[in-house]
């Protein structure tokens, strides 16, 4: 576990957990908590036996939240069921997490810990991580492909797609997973919902694509095109 003050202190955060780039970078983001058995079931299976082949062919860097929780605990295991060797890296901010043997908040949650590093940011409330996520996969990166995984997600989640988007890295959006990537994907469809304008601006991008949570094949062949384009293979 390495903290930060200021983005400038990223590459030596990151030099420091013994991850380097230039390398594809995957980033994970959505789901933490709320999610339906069913559907963690489902994102298991996906993240096992499609994403991950693809992770450990490319050479890729996974990057999400790093707490013991939804799809961040779905990856953290998946790495350790499967033998994988690739980087598993969280960002978090310093104020939202119980570090082991310190003190527990009654809103902090624990570090997931089959993740290989995590870097804390400054912030006491959850989403102040967002951006620093998106920065730290940027600089993992280096000019390498990288792609933003959408699985489910709360409020947080489109604050994370935004700054994904804004740092011209492509979206890839499953349907059919809950909540934020439902109501993203309903957007594409020309679909209303609360949240409407905004998942139409997210949409609205050329950098965003949608697949079908069940369509494993078909997610598979979006990663594999996308990580796999001047990547590590």
């Known amino acids: 576990v390495v903290q930060v003050a200021e983005v400038g202190e990223l590459n030596t955060a ?3 957990l013994g991850v380097s780039g230039p390398r594809p970078v995957l980033v ?7 999610m339906t058995p069913e559907h963690l079931a489902l994102i298991d299976d996906l993240i096992r036996d499609h994403v991950l082949p693809v992770v450990e062919r490319h050479g890729v860097a996974v990057v999400d939240g790093g707490t013991d929780s939804g799809v961040m605990r779905l990856f953290g295991h998946a790495r350790v069921l499967t033998g994988g060797r690739f980087p598993l890296i969280g960002v978090a901010a310093v104020g939202t997490v119980a570090l082991p043997g310190g003190p527990a908040g009654p809103d902090t949650v624990a570090l997931e810990q089959s993740h290989t590093g995590v870097v804390l940011v400054p912030g006491d409330s959850w989403g102040a991580e967002s951006p620093w996520l998106a920065d730290v996969a940027t600089r993992l990166a280096d000019g390498k492909p990288s792609l933003t995984l959408v699985i489910d997600g709360g409020r947080i989640t489109y604050n994370d797609v935004e700054n994904s988007l804004a740092r011209r890295r492509p979206v890839l959006v499953l349907a059919g997973s809950g909540r934020t990537a439902d109501a993203i994907a309903g957007a594409a469809a020309g679909e209303g919902g609360a949240d409407d304008a905004r998942a139409r601006r997210i949409v609205g991008s050329p950098l965003t694509r ?3 949570l069940g369509d494993f094949a078909a997610v598979a062949a979006v990663l594999d095109a996308l ?4 990547g590590g293979d």
């Open 227 to 230: 990580l796999g384009v001047g």
């Open 210 to 212: 949608v697949a079908r």
């Open 28 to 34: 994970s983001v959505g789901g933490a908590s709320g």
């Open 14 to 16: 990151l030099e420091a």
